[in-house]
């Protein structure tokens, strides 16, 4: 009987770009950065380089750049006062 352990598939630049929404030379330009938390964790294969979503590594990078916000419904446009005289009061410009 022949054990295969199934790994999970590595991801090239343009699978990652592709999922992050961004242009592939944006992720090529993260992985040649050399200080964190700006550079992405990849392996490098000779002259390929290949990420492994499944990794710690790759996971706390995704995270580390997540922004927090708050529900939808906190990010109403502010009303506007008039500013007009009387205006707030009638609906009305005199």
Request: hydrophobic share 35%.
């Amino acid at each position: 009987m022949n054990d295969v352990i199934a790994k999970p598939k590595l991801w090239t630049p343009e699978i990652l770009a592709d999922y992050l929404g961004v242009p592939v030379s944006w992720v090529y330009k993260r992985t040649r950065k050399k200080n964190a938390p700006e550079m992405i964790p990849h392996i490098k294969l000779g002259k390929y380089i290949r990420f492994d979503p499944q990794s710690q590594a790759f996971s706390d990078w995704l995270a580390a750049h997540q922004t927090n916000y708050s529900s939808p419904e906190s990010l109403t446009t502010p009303r506007l006062e008039s500013k007009v005289a009387g205006t707030e009061k009638t609906g009305q410009i005199c």
